[in-house]
């Protein structure tokens, strides 16, 4: 499942021009998340998305914007979602 939301996410930041970082700061910021928290698989695209969202805009020079980002995963989530933070007890606050 990993290796498919991986692989995913890499396509998306070829497709936008993002910067090789980027996948990389998103990959380990998707590690970093799963090993915290505990996610139904359904999750994983919303996390995947907001992993790239804040690599983008810590590597990128021109960030990926929200709304790109939620039509990428098919409207299957919001921009409100997408922009929700998460705590690192497992909450959403």
């Not at 998340?33 to 805009?57: E, G, Y």
């Amino acid at each position: 499942m990993g290796d498919l939301v991986c692989l995913t996410c890499e396509q998306v930041l070829e497709e936008q021009k993002c910067e090789e970082d980027v996948f990389c700061l998103s990959v380990n910021y998707l590690d970093r998340v799963l090993s915290l928290l505990p996610l139904h698989k359904t999750q994983l695209q919303l996390i995947a998305s907001v992993c790239m969202f804040l690599a983008s805009k810590f590597s990128d020079t021109v960030a990926l914007s929200a709304e790109r980002l939620v039509m990428y995963t098919d409207y299957s989530i919001t921009t409100d979602q997408l922009l929700v933070s998460f705590t690192l007890d497992g909450t959403y606050s």
